[in-house]
């Protein structure tokens, strides 16, 4: 089904959800930052001070308004509909106009002062454009989207951070090395169809905008910029036609509050010309808001990455969790039902999505998303000097706070770290057989608190422990069994006469056990043998 919900429409859902508040009276736009970051809700700024148009953050700040953007009644449903837009995706369709040029401004009339684009982190450069879908053209792969943020310099320049290795950076150095301009357009305020699309890395000459319209279930709506020859998104709020200038990585930009929950530190980038400034009339500037803001939709990329390198190498996957703990960026925790090997092969596959830094592959029967269920495993199934993977020189991300300083425009290397929390193979499974208590199906503490009484169970005197200890016998001599099974099945006696029968059993030297624990008779087929026979 196509979704046709615009930016405004999903304000508006989010409002009629309680998950918006309408803020109208008078914000400094210093003050936004912060009061986003107190509030459970997305807010809406009505009066900025010295602004004519009014701000909105937050609105996919939680998983919850996430969740709700995307049209999910579960976040792992996210994942799904991406892989479904993945799978096919809805080339964009072109409109010849659209009301983000009711008003315009160029050339020398351009004037980012007059946007309330705010400042956030404490130690930022300077204010932040950060929800710019940004669409690109090279003259021979065509289109590219993505997110990238823009610090503004001057009333017509800002800076453009591509340190990271992606297809945005490649254009850019296309464009540097000719010795032209690259021209991007940058859509501000739009759905987060069209923000989780541009999200997605894309393999080179693929239309993100059609993954968009892949998870609308329909086209996304594209118009032509004036000054430059790229598309913007028809629903836009705000456009900024511009060109990233052949300046080379040369120009300070930064620092950051980045998705690191972190500040990041001042990289070497581009500048950018912006050409034109286009708005509705009644224009909302959307100020995406770092670092959650920035997570709940990024994950989700990875989760489909991930899982298609695994189904690649022919691992079949049981769950994934791409970590908050590592930023939704670094770490993954993947279980899967393995096969000899493939614990290693999982690991290799895993390791070459993306950013992707540390990876754990764990056996089926643990859970990823219990991180004492993960140590557990690790500290359970590893063997450091076989299980762990260590990968040098591998592509990093010039976030990564761990890694030494590099020159400008140099994309540092980093070491890429697998570890295989699967039992290995060899192992005997019975190592493996967690704890688990008799009774647990029938006996609750809740019935007992509130007066539940057990019966008695016959008592017996030594004659009939002696009889009883030959029925246990006739009993473990056809099959071997666990002293709980033997208690449950002669429940009909008080415990004590089970357990002196079993002693009885145990002194005339017929109980024995076998490999796995269980009781049996002392030279039967099922016996242990004894270390050294």
Known sequence: ???????????????????????????????????????????????????????????????KRAMMSLGADQYSQIEAKLKGAIDAPVPPVTLNSSPTHEVTMSGDEVDL?????????IYDGGPMITAGVVIARDPEYGLNSGIYRF?????????????????????????????????????????????????????????EMAIAGGLRGGPVQLAPCQTIDVPYIADAEIVLEAEILPTGWVWPEGRFGEFTRLMGGLHWNPIVRIKSVSMRKDAIYYALHMPWE????????????????????????????????????????????????????????????????????????????????VEWAIATRVQGDKDIMIVTGARGKPLDPSLPPTPPGVVPTTAKVGIDATISEGIPKERYERIAYAYADTAKIGDYASGKTDP??????????????????????ETPRYYTDVAEAFSSYAFPVVARALGHLHATERLWQDPRGRMCLRGSAFAAKPPGQ
């Open 151 to 207: 610090i503004v310099k001057e009333k017509n320049l800002t800076g453009i951070d591509i340190v990271t290795p992606n297809n945005m950076r490649l254009f850019a150095q296309r464009a540097f090395e000719a010795g032209r301009p690259c021209p991007i357009s940058i859509s501000i305020g739009t759905h987060p169809y069209e923000i989780m699309g541009s999200g997605f890395r894309a393999p080179l000459g693929v239309d």
């Open 1 to 63: 089904m196509h979704d046709t919900e615009t930016f405004r429409g999903f304000l508006d859902r989010l409002r009629s959800a309680g998950e918006l508040i309408d803020l109208h009276q008078a914000v400094d736009i210093r003050h936004i930052a912060t009061l986003v970051d107190q509030s459970d809700k997305a807010l809406f700024f009505h009066n900025v001070i010295g602004y004519d148009v009014p701000v909105v953050s937050g609105i996919i700040r939680t998983q």
């Open 294 to 373: 920035n997570t709940w939709l990024a994950a989700p990329t990875r989760y489909a990455a991930i899982r298609q390198a695994l189904k690649t190498a022919g691992v079949v996957v049981k769950d994934i969790n791409v970590t908050l703990g590592g930023c939704a960026f670094w770490h993954a925790v993947i279980s899967i039902k393995k096969q000899p090997g493939e614990g290693k092969n999982a690991l290799l596959a895993a390791l070459s999505v993306m950013d992707l830094k540390h990876v754990v592959v764990v056996d089926d029967d643990i859970d990823v998303f219990n991180p004492t269920d």
């Open 456 to 477: 008695a169970g016959a008592l017996g005197n030594e004659d009939e422990v002696v009889k009883l200890a030959e029925a246990i016998a006739a009993m473990i001599g």
């Open 113 to 121: 002062y007059k946007l309330p684009i705010p400042m956030s982190s």
